[in-house]
């Protein structure tokens, strides 16, 4: 094996710690057993799950969710996003390796925990509004929110880009998922799905949790000083992402020229450098 294979192993394997946990090997094979799958292989939701991009898009759908205060409110006071945000990150990432790639039998356990999960969340808002995660409402506002954001994501910085016709069938694959989670009539296109995010903008407002949530999760994240750098491009290359409306909201601010002429490209660079981490080495042929 050459210098290069082991610093892409060495890379791969602590990126996949940070991101599966402590139990990721098992899941890993879990995930991997024979069975049926709820998305053949060549479906939409498959390829983009699947690619590095995913760490801008995750990044970005957590500040568009925070836009809506109920959902917010839900997060603050359950999730534990600041005292355990890695153990939330690794939740979220098995849920979605699962649901994507796992057998059919294990999505749908996963699903039915993470409802009733969302029976047991209930609270009331900062405003006095209650709230329970399993609200259709709430639900929907977060479905819409993270397809928007895995496939804007995939879009701009995904290794093989969609055209229209499989950006639409990656909305309809998260629709499945959607609806099993409890989701009422989610969006099944692309624009079904831009329209649906529309109608929500009425509702959403940049609370001061949502601020604060939005400080944490881009200028203080619980990381080492030599990650500090790379991660700094995930969170620009995730807030170039948003819209601008979204932007005001959290007093983000909108650069252009340096968005286009620096964002972008370190962008690039780094979620190919993960891909490229995270990937087997091709193997060698036998001489």
């Keep these: 094996m050459g210098t290069a294979d082991r610093v892409r192993g060495r890379v791969g394997a602590a990126i996949f710690e940070r991101v599966a946990g402590p ?25 983009v799950h699947g690619d590095s991009a995913m760490f801008v898009g ?9 836009l809506h205060p109920l959902a917010m409110a839900a997060v603050a006071g359950h999730s ?14 098995y849920f979605l390796a699962v649901t994507t790639f796992g057998r059919a039998s294990d999505a749908e356990q996963t699903i ?11 609270g009331t808002a900062p405003d006095g509004r209650p709230y329970a995660a399993s609200d259709p ?15 804007s994501a995939y879009s701009r910085f995904g290794a093989h880009p969609l055209d229209q016709p499989e950006r639409d069938a990656y909305v309809a694959d998260m629709a499945r998922i959607g609806a099993a989670l ?30 604060e949530a939005a400080r944490f999760l881009l200028l203080n994240p619980p990381l080492p000083v030599i990650a500090r750098p790379a ?53 060698t042929p036998a001489t």
């Excluded at 989610?186 to 329209?195: G, I, K, M, V």
């Excluded at 649906?196 to 601020?211: C, D, F, M, N, W």
């Design 137 to 151: 409402r709430l639900l929907t506002w977060v479905h819409i929110a993270e397809a928007d954001s895995f496939l």
């Design 23 to 47: 139990n990721g090997p098992e899941r890993r094979a879990l995930i991997r057993a024979p069975g049926e799958r709820m998305f053949a292989e060549n479906r939409p939701i498959r390829r």
């Design 112 to 122: 039915a925990r993470v409802r009733a999960i969302h029976e047991r969340v209930t």
């Design 80 to 93: 534990g996003y600041r005292g355990d945000p890695w153990g939330r990150l690794q939740r979220t990432s």
């Design 231 to 283: 991660y700094g491009v995930l969170a620009a290359a995730s807030v170039s992402l948003l819209p601008g409306w979204a932007r005001r909201h959290l007093w983000l601010p909108r650069l252009p020229v340096t968005e286009a002429a620096v964002v972008r490209p370190a962008g690039h660079a780094l979620v190919h450098a993960i891909r490229w981490a995270t990937t087997a080495p091709p193997a």
């Design 182 to 211: 409890g989701v009422p009539d989610p969006p099944r296109t692309e624009a079904e799905l831009a329209a649906r995010i529309e109608e929500y903008r009425p509702e959403l407002a940049a609370t001061t949790q949502a601020r």
């Design 58 to 66: 995750g990044l970005r759908a957590l500040l568009l969710q925070s």
